[in-house]
T-cell receptor, first 115, second 112 residues
Framework: AQKVTQAQTEISVVEKEDVTLDCVYE???????LFWYKQPPSGELVFLIR??????QNEISGRYSWNFQKSTSSFNFTITASQVVDSAVYFC????????????FGTGTLLAVQP | EPEVTQTPSHQVTQMGQEVILRCVPI?????FYWYRQILGQKVEFLVS????????KSEIFDDQFSVERPDGSNFTLKIRSTKLEDSAMYFC??????????FGEGSRLTVL
């Protein structure tokens, strides 16, 4: 069965620190997709990235980077030089594709960036 | 930038009442979803909709729930007789050919 584990419930950092949010997933499929979403205090879910299981290249987008390692079933998310506006709950999610492409979410990590 | 829009943003209702949550997905998307998030918990899949029919539903999506796409643009979630435990944020989402899933801003339902 699919499962996503975000072991870090809360992380607190000071502005400008780098921070890594961990995500470990379980799936029996060889084709699957991994996602990260940001949920700021206003409540909406903001899409950050989608990665398919055949693409293990790390991705960088500005201060954000993602490290996908199939060997450890992990898809970790790093924010470099964190800012107060990065404060939010971050969700990792897994989709096995197929007919519905439904997402299975982790429990989220609350990131608090202190000024 | 195209976005998924949801109404209402917040609805308060009495237990036992019917509620309809509305969504306008991104116009060229083909897959539509409802998810819910009970306060402080993770986001849970409710139902997926493709080609004018339900393609998958979760255990949460029981007979009290239904979805409809009545006019080719709106996508609605109806709860026939609300219970206290239906209080949650309900997110609509749509997905296009790129596989990226975009969520609306959510409709907060409070059942008293």
């Amino acid at each position: 069965a699919q499962k996503v584990t975000q072991a870090q419930t809360e992380i607190s950092v000071v502005e400008k620190e780098d921070v890594t949010l961990d995500c470990v997933y379980e799936t029996r499929d060889t084709t699957y997709y991994l996602f990260w979403y940001k949920q700021p205090p206003s409540g909406e879910l903001v899409f950050l990235i989608r990665r398919n299981s055949f693409d293990e290249q790390n991705e960088i987008s500005g201060r954000y980077s993602w490290n996908f390692q199939k060997s450890t079933s992990s898809f970790n998310f790093t924010i470099t030089a964190s800012q107060v506006v990065d404060s939010a709950v971050y969700f990792c999610a897994l989709s096995e594709g197929g007919a519905t492409n439904k997402l299975i979410f982790g429990t989220g990590t609350l990131l608090a960036v202190q000024p | 930038e195209p976005e998924v829009t949801q109404t209402p943003s917040h609805q308060v209702t009495q237990m036992g009442q019917e509620v309809i949550l509305r969504c306008v997905p991104i116009s060229n998307h083909l897959y539509f979803y409802w998810y819910r998030q009970i306060l402080g918990q993770k986001v849970e899949f409710l139902v997926s909709f493709y080609n004018n029919e339900i393609s998958e539903k979760s255990e949460i999506f029981d007979d009290q729930f239904s979805v409809e796409r009545p006019d080719g643009s709106n996508f609605t979630l109806k709860i026939r007789s609300t219970k206290l435990e239906d209080s949650a944020m309900y997110f609509c989402a749509s997905m296009g050919v790129t596989g990226e899933l975009f969520f609306g801003e959510g409709s907060r339902l409070t059942v008293l």
